[in-house]
């Protein structure tokens, strides 16, 4: 059983920094895609970033595009995404979601397993 266990989000001043932790376990994730969406009140959920785990190859959407880092400690089976230069449009609940395959893909209909989500919220 896939588990991501996402954590680290808080409110943070507008400028300021933050970094997200997202630890999987229950899979061997050498050929999975891992990937950080974003949903605000109101709005649907939106890709922020992607990582695949082997290879390590990105994707960015463009509105974090410079700010934000995904990246993988994979002794610790763990996804991060460093957040920085922080805007109050970053607010929103944060998930991490990983999709079997390699392929970064920005749908949420290609990721097959989501983390319970963690609260970012920028004040200005």
């Known amino acids: 059983q896939v588990q991501l266990v996402e954590s680290g989000g808080g409110l943070v001043h507008t400028g300021g920094s933050l970094r997200l932790s997202c630890a999987a376990s229950g899979r061997t994730f050498s050929r999975y895609a891992m990937g950080w969406f974003r949903q605000a009140p109101g709005k649907e959920r939106e890709f922020v970033a992607a990582l695949n785990w082997s290879g390590g190859s990105t994707y960015y959407a463009d509105s974090v595009t410079g700010r934000f880092t995904i990246s993988i400690d994979n002794a610790k089976n763990t996804v991060y995404l460093q957040m920085n230069s922080l805007k109050p449009e970053d607010t929103a609940v944060y998930y991490c979601?990983?999709?079997?395959?390699?392929?970064?893909?920005?749908?949420?209909?290609?990721?097959?397993?989501w983390g319970q989500g963690t609260q970012v919220t920028v004040s200005s």
């Open positions: 979601a990983a999709r079997r395959g390699r392929e970064l893909v920005t749908g949420t209909l290609g990721y097959d397993y």
